[in-house]
Nanobody, 123 residues
C-alpha cells in the first residue's frame, strides 16, 4: 500500500520560511516523479513544484519561482519543499503526490497522494 506522509506545515508570518517533507513507502520511490500541490479554500488544486526521478530536473509554477525549492533523497525515499519569503497567498493545504508514468513532465497524472499539511501565512 502506497503511503505518502507530509509534515512540516504550520503558521508563519509573511516573509518567513517553512520546510515541508514527505516520506514515501510502498512504492518504488526512485521510479516516481514527485510533486507538491496545494489547494486553498474555494480554489482548485494546483501544482506548485515537481521533480523528476533523478532529481536533476525540476519545475515550478511562476508564482513560487525563486522562493520555493523542491528536492528529493532517493536513499531515504523523501521529497522536500523549502518555502522562503512566504506570502499570505501561499496559504493552502499542501499535498505530496507521486507519478509512476509522468509524461509529459511535470503536468502528468499523479497516482498517489498524501493527506496534506496546512500552511498558513499571516499578514
Amino acid at each position: 500500500q502506497v503511503q505518502l506522509a507530509e509534515s512540516g506545515g504550520g503558521l508563519v508570518q509573511t516573509g518567513g520560511s517553512l520546510r515541508l517533507s514527505c516520506a514515501a513507502s510502498g512504492l518504488s520511490f526512485k521510479n516516481n516523479v514527485m510533486g507538491w500541490f496545494r489547494q486553498a479554500p474555494g480554489k482548485e488544486r494546483e501544482l506548485v513544484a515537481a521533480i523528476n526521478r533523478s532529481g536533476r530536473s525540476t519545475a515550478y509554477r511562476d508564482s513560487v519561482k525563486g522562493r520555493f525549492t523542491i528536492s528529493r533523497d532517493n536513499t531515504k525515499d523523501t521529497v522536500a519543499l523549502q518555502m522562503n519569503t512566504l506570502k499570505p497567498e501561499d496559504t493552502a493545504v499542501y499535498y505530496c503526490a507521486a507519478s509512476a508514468t509522468c509524461i509529459p513532465f511535470p503536468n502528468c497524472q499523479y497516482n498517489s497522494w498524501g493527506q496534506g499539511t496546512q500552511v498558513t501565512v499571516s499578514s
